[in-house]
Structure formats: C-alpha cells, structure tokens
C-alpha cells in the first residue's frame, strides 16, 4: 500500500493506520503525521477485505483518508481525483462490494466527540463521522447521557448512522437526531441538514435516495448532532427486552442495565463480523397494507407480523425466509446464518457475485410462495 506524496506535500502514514475500522474514542487521530500544510494521505491499490465487515474482495484504485471538511476540500480540486467517480466508506459494515468501486474510495475517519448544548430539556451532542457508533453510545452514556443505550453494539461509522436511519430494540437515530453537516462532492459547499431534509424513513434517508431530489453518492457526511431528551426514560417496548425483564425480574432498568441487556441480546443473535463476514440483516422487513396483511395471515397464520399505527404491518423477512427453507442453506461460499435466517454470511471466501446470487435465489422464493418482493438493506456496489 504504498503512499503517495501529493501536490509536493508530505505525508508520512504508520503501518496499519488505514486498516483499522472507524475512529474509536480514545484512538489518537493523529495516525497520520504530517508536515505542515496538513496533506492528503492518498493510497493505490488497496486491499478492501479488511475493510468491509463481509470480508469480500475488492481492491480500491485509490483510497483517501478524509481526516476534515478541508480533506475533501482538497481531493476535489485536486486534478485527477476531482473528477473522479466517488464511494464514500465508513465501517464496511453496510455494503456489499461485487465489483471493484470505480475511481476514488474516500474513507472518512473524521474524529471527535462534545457536549454542544445543554437544556432541561435535552442534552445536544456532536461526534465526528469517523467515530465508531457503538464508541459514540458508550461515550454517551459515560458522561451521564443516555437515550442511545437501544442502539449499542450497531457495528460502523456514526456517519453512516443517518445513511439507512439505524435502529434497533424499538429505537431508530430519527428519533435522537439532531442535525449533521456534509460536504457537497461536487461543488465542495459545507451544508447542514435537519431531520426533515434528511427525510428518514424505514432504513431510509434523502442519502440512499437516487434521481434529483435524492443525495445518494452526493455528499460526504463530516459530524452528527444527536438530542437526547430529559428527563430519560427507557424504551422497554421490544420482545427481547420484555423478555428479558421478566426473566430477571427487573422492570425498571437503569440505561447502563438496558446497554447491557442489548449487548448480551445482540451478541447472541448475530454473528460476529470478526469470526463470520456479514453485513447484518440483508433484507428490509417488508411493509404491507393491512388487506395484504389479513390475506397472508389468511394463508399463513403463524406469519410474524407487526401492527403498525399508520394500519400497515410489517412483516418479519427472517420469517418468510425461513418458511421458505434457507435458514443454514448456503449458495457457494455464501450462505443463510443457522441462528438468524435474515443474516446472509460469507461461509469463507465468497465473492460479492455469490452473496448476490443467494440473494436473489431467496427473493425469488420469497416471492413465488408470499408474493412479497424482499428489498435488499446494504448497498451493493
Ligand atoms: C453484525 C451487524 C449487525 C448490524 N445491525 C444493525 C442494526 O441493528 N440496525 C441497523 O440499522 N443496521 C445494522 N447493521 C448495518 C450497519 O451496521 C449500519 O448500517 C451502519 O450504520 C453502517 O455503517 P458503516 O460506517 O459501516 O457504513 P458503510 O458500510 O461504510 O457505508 C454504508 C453506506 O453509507 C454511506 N456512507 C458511509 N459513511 C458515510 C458518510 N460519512 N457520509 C455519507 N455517506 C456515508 C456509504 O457510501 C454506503 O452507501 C448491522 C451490520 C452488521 C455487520
């Protein structure tokens, strides 16, 4: 991975600095030794198996670690990079690589963790992009301010955490979300957004949407801010954690107590991207009218499904999955998580075509026995 001096200035990168997943609280952002004026630190041919929680095989022409809004800056009115197509990267954690992303891979590692405004409302919190997520909750949480505790253990970027709207365990981020700040990766221009131009929705933002209106692929997302409201109060509401307070006994749990429960829950359920490559759940769970929904249940009785209020319903993909027979099934090196049949994981050197081919054979199956098309939830490349 050799470093490239650029526009004559230099940049000095340590072994191992680029490999490593967001940046965590408590990491020394200064990886990257530089001497003044700050540089790019440009890669070519990098290796992005590491660099993805599926661990499939690509190779980034050219990779630039965005440390800063001027980072991007730079790689725009650089000559050659300017003009270049564009993939922003976070923690990998959310992509599917089929292919080999075309131009320049920006990874955003920007750093940084404040306090930025205090009410007896709300605390109002601002991490950098390149902040590990489930780093941004502990921090959260070690200094007195809960309300993210459902959200632990979310591998990826805090950046890419308004992407797809995370959520989990009865929570979603529009919930928490406060405002954020991109860079335009065409004009350069800064620009700040609110929960209504972010345009949230089910696993859902302005920023996975495509055409005019849509930021998809459009702009480099640098710092969140997050509003935690106050007093806190705890979001019991989901089966898991129902569960778990009855086993326990225990139904009023402090935010440390219900960080801890996720935690244990999510580690149980999900693989481990370190010891088997994936990228969560693969599929959305599909929403369908509630005449959709009587007929399914018509046909199916025992189909998990939740009411929602608007009188739709959702539907549990890992359950039409699993009806169809491809819990523990695998196509090549890809293949369905034994545990969890909304998991799709790499069995082992599975390319990014084997993932999608599985992917389509259990949208098929899905679709020839509910007549429910799955949508996919990471972005394939
Ligand atoms: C084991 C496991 C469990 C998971 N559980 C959950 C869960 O419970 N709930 C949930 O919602 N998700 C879950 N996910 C999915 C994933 O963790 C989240 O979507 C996460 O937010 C992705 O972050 P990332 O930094 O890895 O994004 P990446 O995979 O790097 O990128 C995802 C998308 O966001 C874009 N992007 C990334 N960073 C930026 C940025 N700074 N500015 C603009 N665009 C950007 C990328 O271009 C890409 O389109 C899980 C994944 C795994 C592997």
């Given at each position: 991975m050799p470093v490239k001096e650029l526009a004559g200035r230099l940049t000095i990168k340590y072994p191992g600095a680029a490999r490593a997943g967001p940046a965590s609280m408590g990491e020394n952002p200064g990886v990257t030794s530089t001497l003044a004026p700050p540089a790019l630190c440009v890669e070519h041919s990098v290796n992005l198996r590491g660099l993805n929680s599926f661990g499939l095989p690509a190779t980034a022409h050219t990779l630039v670690r965005i440390d800063a809004d001027a980072d991007v800056r730079r790689v725009l009115d650089h000559?050659?990079?300017?003009?270049a197509p564009k993939l922003v990267l976070g923690g990998?954690?959310?992509?599917?690589?089929?292919?080999d992303p075309p131009g320049v891979v920006l990874h955003v590692r920007v750093p940084g963790a404040r306090l930025v405004a205090e009410t007896e409302q709300s605390w109002t919190v601002e991490f950098g992009a390149g902040m590990a997520w489930h780093d941004a909750v502990r921090w959260t949480l070690a200094h007195g301010m809960p309300g993210l505790e459902n959200l632990?253990?979310?591998?990826?970027s805090v950046g890419a955490a308004p992407v797809q709207n995370i959520g989990a365990y009865g929570l979603e981020l529009a919930e928490r979300f406060d405002s954020l700040d991109a860079v335009?990766?065409?004009?350069?221009r800064g620009v700040r957004l609110d929960a209504r131009a972010c345009a949230f929705g089910y696993r859902d933002s302005v920023f996975k949407q495509g055409g005019f209106a849509g930021l998809a692929g459009k702009s480099l997302i640098t710092r969140v801010r997050l509003r935690l409201p106050r007093p806190w109060r705890p979001v019991l509401g989901y089966l898991d954690l129902e569960r778990r307070m009855a086993e326990t006994g225990?139904?009023?749990?402090d935010a440390q107590t219900l960080f801890d429960w996720v935690c244990a829950i999510r580690r149980a359920k999900l693989p481990d991207p370190a010891e088997i490559g994936n990228a969560g759940s693969f599929f959305k769970n599909p929403l369908v009218s509630a005449e959709q929904c009587r007929d399914i249940i018509g046909r199916d009785p025992h189909i998990v499904h939740y009411l929602l209020a608007d009188g739709r319903c959702k539907l549990a993909a890992g359950w039409l999955i699993e009806a169809c027979g491809w819990r523990g099934k695998s196509i090549g090196r890809a293949g369905v998580y034994e545990r969890q049949a909304l998991v799709l994981v790499n069995?082992?050197?599975?390319s990014g075509a084997e993932v999608l081919t599985l992917a389509r054979a259990i949208q098929e199956s899905v679709y020839g026995r509910f007549g429910i098309r799955l949508e996919t939830e990471p972005v394939v490349l």
């Open positions: 000559p050659v990079l300017g003009p990998g954690s959310n992509l599917v690589l089929s292919r632990a253990l979310i591998p990826g335009d990766l065409v004009t350069g225990n139904f009023r749990p069995r082992g050197g599975a």
